[in-house]
């Protein structure tokens, strides 16, 4: 089961300092994960010059002082979201097109110290890019071998279809993973308060596209919601202040009660053993935040337990 457990490295190299995040690293290693996701941009928003390729850099450095490690880890990284101008996002944020895609992956590459990354995405859809431009320009990185897969975030279900086509016409390798906003607690209707991106929502169009294309994964960014699962200092958003939300709290208290474990470790469950399945993204500040993702791993909900999960709300 730690191969659907994906860490999240956004804000290693900024508000998680270097011997935090080599700690993290190490440990998630130790206990047989596999995959790191981080991006070009992370995490510009955080750091003084107002640029990414923080943790990028330090994902580099912690490879760079364990030898054979590179071997052991996937990494997948992102292109589409990094500003061109200090404090201008989204408005300068540098887009899907053909040269800025290969200016992106040689940085990535270069920070993280490899010749090739196994999950490239692309991060945020954009509408001045022609999809047939963005596809072959992917393409071409599968073909030279820097890249493993492809994969797309905070797009649309239609978007997704035509970039698909696009890139079966121009037979190069198509989008085979989306990476969007999935947990268990549901906001009221046409509100987004855990999710930047207009398309980041893990809508049910969405998810009937995946169900009908066995080859494209989903992987779940905020699968915990910060914290808001288990956490007083973390109160759940207004817009999830609705009747669903308390029925489907008292469901994963129950199933929490039922084995002995916490809100988080069903929540994780419930994404890793539903249908469809879902790789979620944990992205722990400490060893100890991140061990309790990894015991979710362990955990099986009973038919019983997930009926009743999912009949809640």
């Not at 690293?25 to 750091?47: E, H, K, M, P, Q």
């Not at 912690?62 to 490690?69: C, H, K, N, V």
């Not at 979201?81 to 990535?108: D, M, W």
Request: proline share 5%; charged share 25%.
């Amino acid at each position: 089961m730690m191969d659907q457990l994906v860490l999240g490295a956004m804000m290693f190299g900024t508000t998680t300092d270097e011997q935090r995040a080599f700690a993290i690293l190490d440990r998630f290693v130790d206990a047989g994960g596999s995959w790191i996701d981080t991006a070009n941009c992370y995490a510009f928003w955080a750091d003084p010059s107002g640029f990414g390729g923080q943790s990028e850099a330090l994902l580099g450095r912690w490879l760079a002082r364990r030898p054979g490690m590179r071997d052991r880890v996937r990494i997948s990284t992102k292109v589409g979201c990094e500003p061109l101008e200090a404090g201008r996002y989204p408005e300068t944020a540098e887009g899907l097109g053909a040269q800025t895609i290969k200016n992106a992956i040689e940085g990535s590459l270069r920070r993280l110290g490899t010749d090739r990354v196994e999950m490239y995405w692309a991060h945020k859809d954009t509408r001045r890019t022609p999809v047939e431009e963005t596809v072959a320009a992917f393409g071409e990185l599968v073909d030279a071998g820097l890249v493993g897969r492809l994969g797309c975030s905070n797009f649309a279900a239609w978007r997704l279809e035509r970039s698909r086509r696009a890139a079966a016409d121009a037979g190069v390798a198509p989008y085979t993973a989306v990476q969007q906003h999935v947990t268990y607690l549901r906001p009221r209707p046409d509100t987004r308060p855990s999710v930047v991106h207009r398309f980041g929502t893990f809508s049910d169009e969405l998810r009937s596209y995946v169900e009908s294309h066995e080859d494209i994964d989903i992987w779940s960014y905020t699968p915990l919601l910060s914290g808001s699962y288990t956490r007083a200092d973390k109160p759940l958003a207004p817009d999830y202040d609705h009747p669903g939300t308390v029925s489907r709290l008292a469901a994963l208290d129950t199933v929490a009660a039922e084995t002995g474990t916490t809100r988080n470790h069903v929540v994780l469950a419930w994404l890793t053993d539903g249908c469809p399945k879902v790789m979620p993204i944990v992205g722990p500040s400490s060893v100890a935040q991140l061990d309790e993702a990894i015991a979710a791993m362990s955990l099986t909900l009973t038919a019983a337990q997930r009926s009743l999960l999912d009949a809640a709300g």
